[in-house]
């Protein structure tokens, strides 16, 4: 059992930056990689960014290059620089882990919203 903490969102004028962080708790152990998800009202729920135990990252088209993951292992967090940030960035973002020792299983956190608008 994996808990999700999101905070950072917040509103932001187009071409600013936000920085979420994400707190794990619980059997944090059996995680084998943390990313991070956003929904739009009327859209699907799409991947941002993900990033394994491993360090290796993966980004969405949409935020390569604007966005970057990184992790805090003594911290057990994970964080989601984002830059240059574009009104179709609004959405809710939510953290997510995978992982377990027998197969995969998903958590996912409260959400947090980031609303880039001038």
């Known amino acids: 059992q994996v808990q999700l903490v999101e905070s950072g969102g917040g509103l932001v004028q187009p071409g600013g930056s936000l920085r979420l962080s994400c707190a794990a708790s619980g059997s944090i152990f059996n995680i084998n990689r943390m990313g991070w998800y956003r929904q739009a009202p009327g859209k699907q729920r799409e991947l941002v960014a993900t990033?394994?135990?491993?360090?290796?990252?993966n980004y969405a088209d949409s935020v390569k290059g604007r966005f970057a993951i990184s992790r805090d292992n003594a911290k057990n967090r994970v964080y989601l620089q984002m830059n240059s940030l574009k009104p179709e960035d609004t959405a809710v973002y939510y953290c997510n882990s995978r992982g377990g020792p027998n197969g995969l299983r998903d958590y996912w956190g409260q959400g947090t919203q980031v609303t880039v608008s001038s």
């Open positions: 990033i394994t135990d491993l360090g290796s990252t």
